[in-house]
């Protein structure tokens, strides 16, 4: 186990919802990145948070929003939900630059 | 340019068989290359990396072989186990900043 903690572990929610994920970080680690992977596919990267502050975003929209608490921990905001945001979302903890260990995600269904 | 391929999408082994599952990036910038390997409903654990000063790593069962010119690497893992039978992704970044996914590797080892 890494000690890298999600929740919820499942969520279902209806197109046009918002729903928050969260995400503690391993002890001793500032940094935390969010991945989304959908059904037989890699990870791909949403964006990275390091000691409070968004670090880098990949190709996702401007409804897809995080936050880093004093404490390291984190959390991912999906606005407006559509169909393909239906994935596992990945949290891993790392410290600066160190490898990356990851949670073992939360399954969002969006009916 | 930011692109990761890996192949074979599937793979299957006879126990005691060494799988090798190879990795062609292009971004010239990247400078950290991990595997993961994820079973089904968790997140992904890593298994090795390797920077690009070195052209092996081995770690275990487990050994990375890189080739720079190339821009290929590859895990190859010995006398391979039925508790190996997972997904395995590489993956590539710079100062492992935004990791770059492969598509996975699922890997069936019989007994």
């Known amino acids: 186990e890494t000690g890298v903690t999600q929740s919820p572990t499942h969520l279902i929610k209806t197109r046009g919802q918002q729903v928050t994920l969260r995400c503690s970080s391993q002890?001793?680690?500032?940094?935390v990145s969010w991945y989304q992977q959908a059904l037989g596919q890699g990870p791909q990267f949403i964006f990275q948070?390091?000691?409070?502050?968004?670090?880098g975003r990949g190709n996702f929209p401007p409804r897809f929003s995080g936050l880093q608490f004093p404490n390291y921990s984190s959390e991912l905001n999906v606005n407006a939900l559509e169909l393909d945001d239906s994935a596992l979302y990945l949290c891993?903890?790392?410290?600066?630059?160190?490898?990356?260990?990851f949670g073992p995600g939360t399954r969002l269904t969006v009916l | 340019q930011q692109q990761v391929k890996q192949s074979p999408q599937s793979l299957i082994v006879q126990k005691g068989g060494i799988p090798i599952i190879n990795c062609a990036y292009e971004?010239?910038?990247?400078?950290?290359f991990p595997w993961y390997q994820q079973f089904p409903g968790k997140g992904p654990a890593l298994l090795i990396a390797?920077?690009?000063d070195v052209s092996e790593k081995k770690e275990g069962r487990f050994t990375i072989s890189f080739n720079k010119s190339a821009k290929q690497f590859s895990l190859h893992i010995m006398d391979s186990q039925p508790g190996d039978s997972a997904t395995y992704f590489c993956?590539?970044?710079?100062?492992?900043?935004?990791?770059?996914w492969g598509a996975g590797t699922k890997l069936i080892i019989k007994p």
């Open positions: 390797i920077r690009p």
């Open positions: 948070y390091y000691r409070e502050e968004e670090n």
């Open positions: 971004n010239t910038a990247f400078d950290y």
């Open positions: 891993a903890s790392s410290r600066r630059d160190n490898e990356q260990f």
């Open positions: 002890s001793g680690h500032n940094t």
């Open positions: 993956a590539a970044s710079r100062g492992n900043y935004q990791l770059i």
